[in-house]
């Protein structure tokens, strides 16, 4: 069977684990579980089926964005201009505030 990747909601490791069917007994279930949330596969005929299925679904964690420094960054590319730099200021205090949940009715 393929190596399992991480978990795409925990990042935790995953283990195949098999059931026999409900509807005929001699049909045995394979999926692949997450060791700590749970995370499942449907049920398939075989493991490698289940592998291929949890391994299509797993994602790399999205890459953390320093918000903070791409803003100081446009303020420098901005053009030498205070009235541009106030309106683009903000606006990213607006879109941060709306964002982040906060109240702004400008
Ligand atoms: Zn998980």
Redesign the pocket.
């Known amino acids: 069977m393929n190596e399992l990747k ?7 490791t ?1 283990r195949p684990v098999g059931s026999r069917s409900g509807i005929n007994p001699h049909w045995k279930l394979c999926r692949v579980i ?6 499942t596969t449907a049920n398939h005929s075989t493991p490698e089926e289940a592998a291929a299925a949890w391994n299509t679904r797993a994602t790399p964690p999205r890459a953390e964005v320093d918000v903070e420094g791409v803003i100081v960054d446009v303020l420098l590319l901005l053009p030498n201009d205070g009235a541009v730099k106030a309106n683009v200021a903000s606006c990213i205090r607006r879109a941060l505030s709306r964002a982040t949940g906060g109240n702004d009715a400008t």
């Not at 997450?34 to 995370?39: N, Y």
Request: glycine share 14%; hydrophobic share 15%.
């Open positions: 991480p978990c795409p909601c925990c990042g935790s995953a997450c060791d700590r949330c749970g995370l």
